[in-house]
T-cell receptor
Framework: TQLLEQSPQFLSIQEGENLTVYCNSSSVFSSLQWYRQEPGEGPVLLVTVVTGGEVKKLKRLTFQFGDARKDSSLHITAAQPGDTGLYLCAGAGIGSGNTGKLIFGQGTTLQVKP | ETGVTQSPTHLIKTRGQQVTLRCSSQ?????VSWYQQALGQGPQFIFQYYREEENGRGNFPPRFSGLQFPNYSSELNVNALELDDSALYLC????????????FGNGTRLTVT
């Protein structure tokens, strides 16, 4: 069974601070996606990383895929109150049995206080 | 471009009843995936429909079933509801059945009492 573990589960920081969210597994994934979900809404895709070691930047957000494609991290620089939300990592499995099936971590709830 | 829409937004049912949730996929998308998200958890994959056929299923019992229609909209049916079925049910559409990005609707919040 493929599992993704996210840490920390909860994070409350002040505006302007930096933070890193981790997503770890013992399984290899063909790709890793990061989503952000706000209350009452569905998850919204932020980024997809595919190649081991890949780094992608989205404004103040930096995403990295581990060399072995088993883990990923999300780093936010100078967090703003608008970054508040639930951050989810999701892995796409390798093999025909996992085609289209995403395995989600349990999420990291981020609160950025002004 | 119309996004993914789900109905109803909220639903309250009694244990043992049956429920049908509906999803309209984004224009041009032929694949619909359903996920269950319990409170404080990440979504869990229920199943996927591609061109009206089930194309992959997660670890959910047979009382969870689905349909996809020729216009690619979809239904999720749950029979013999249990208290643990209380959750947010998310529908996501994608361009194909591979690892294309998922576009999620805002979900149906089901409460079973």
């Amino acid at each position: 069974t493929q599992l993704l573990e996210q840490s920390p589960q909860f994070l409350s920081i002040q505006e302007g601070e930096n933070l890193t969210v981790y997503c770890n597994s013992s399984s290899v994934f063909s790709s890793l996606q990061w989503y952000r979900q706000e209350p009452g809404e569905g998850p919204v895709l932020l980024v997809t990383v595919v190649t081991g070691g890949e780094v992608k930047k989205l404004k103040r957000l930096t995403f990295q895929f581990g060399d072995a494609r088993k883990d990923s991290s999300l780093h936010i620089t100078a967090a703003q109150p608008g970054d508040t939300g639930l951050y989810l990592c999701a892995g796409a499995g390798i093999g025909s049995g996992n085609t289209g099936k995403l395995i989600f971590g349990q999420g990291t709830t981020l609160q950025v206080k002004p | 471009e119309t996004g993914v829409t789900q109905s109803p937004t909220h639903l309250i049912k009694t244990r043992g009843q049956q429920v049908t949730l509906r999803c309209s996929s984004q224009s041009g998308h032929n694949t619909v995936s359903w996920y269950q998200q319990a409170l404080g958890q990440g979504p869990q994959f229920i199943f996927q429909y591609y061109r009206e056929e089930e194309n992959g299923r997660g670890n959910f019992p047979p009382r969870f079933s689905g349909l996809q229609f020729p216009n690619y909209s979809s239904e999720l049916n749950v029979n013999a509801l249990e208290l643990d079925d209380s959750a947010l049910y998310l529908c996501a559409s994608s361009l194909d059945s591979g690892n294309s990005p998922l576009h999620f609707g805002n979900g149906t919040r089901l409460t079973v009492t």
